[in-house]
T-cell receptor, first 110, second 114 residues
Framework: QKEVEQDPGPLSVPEGAIVSLNCTYS??????FMWYRQYSRKGPELLMY????GNKEDGRFTAQVDKSSKYISLFIRDSQPSDSATYLC??????????FGAGTRLAVHP | DVKVTQSSRYLVKRTGEKVFLECVQD?????MFWYRQDPGLGLRLIYF???????EKGDIPEGYSVSREKKERFSLILESASTNQTSMYLCAGGKGLAGNYEQYFGPGTRLTVT
């Protein structure tokens, strides 16, 4: 079993939809949680960074961490075609290397 | 604006060739990383470095070596390229070794070994 599981998609939604992207993990020691966005032919860029449990909001993006369920989510409100990308979750216990999910491909069509 | 640059975007090499992938960061960060990215497997850590001339193996170091002679430069070397090393290679820099600090990624080098 992988330490971090992420559905690869692809996920196709119409413009304006609410998008929910998710990862599950098995290591209860993880306490740093990140979402990276990767456009085609580019390197990943950090989108959201959360420490421990709870929610974090940044514009149209909300990151949610549920440590009891070992489940993290990224919500995108009012999705735009420019949100079309691969979204990677990543996490760490703060002492060891980052562990990445395989990434979910998202396509937002006009 | 922080920047990580990689020497080539696309590279085609033959089996058995020695391949050098170069990465330069302008962030003055101690830590640099080399990952490879394959469909369905995500990012896997090959090597990382926490200081000049220091290096540590990641999860998949076999067939690779690295060099860090200057703080801003971290090179990945494929000693004898093989077809199973065809992949996207991503370099990153960061303040921390673990996930307690952001890692900044370069644009990637897509390597094809024929």
């Amino acid at each position: 079993q992988k330490e971090v599981e992420q559905d690869p998609g692809p996920l196709s939604v119409p413009e304006g939809a609410i998008v929910s992207l998710n990862c599950t993990y098995s290591n209860s020691a993880f306490q740093y949680f990140m979402w990276y966005r990767q456009y085609s032919r580019k390197g990943p860029e950090l989108l959201m960074y959360t420490y421990s449990s709870g929610n974090k909001e940044d514009g149209r993006f909300t990151a949610q961490v549920d440590k009891s369920s070992k489940y993290i989510s990224l919500f995108i409100r009012d999705s735009q075609p420019s949100d079309s990308a691969t979204y990677l979750c990543a996490m760490s216990d703060g002492y060891n290397k980052l562990i990445f999910g395989a990434g979910t491909r998202l396509a937002v069509h006009p | 604006d922080v920047k990580v640059t990689q020497s080539s975007r696309y590279l085609v090499k033959r089996t058995g060739e020695k391949v050098f992938l170069e990465c330069v960061q302008d962030m003055d960060h101690e830590n640099m990383f080399w990952y490879r990215q394959d469909p369905g497997l995500g990012l896997r850590l090959i090597y990382f470095s926490y200081d000049v001339k220091m290096k540590e193996k990641g999860d998949i170091p076999e067939g690779y070596s690295v060099s860090r002679e200057k703080k801003e430069r971290f090179s990945l070397i494929l000693e004898s390229a093989s077809t199973n090393q065809t992949s996207m290679y991503l370099c990153a820099g960061g303040k921390g070794l673990a996930g307690n600090y952001e890692q900044y990624f370069g644009p990637g080098t897509r390597l094809t070994v024929t």
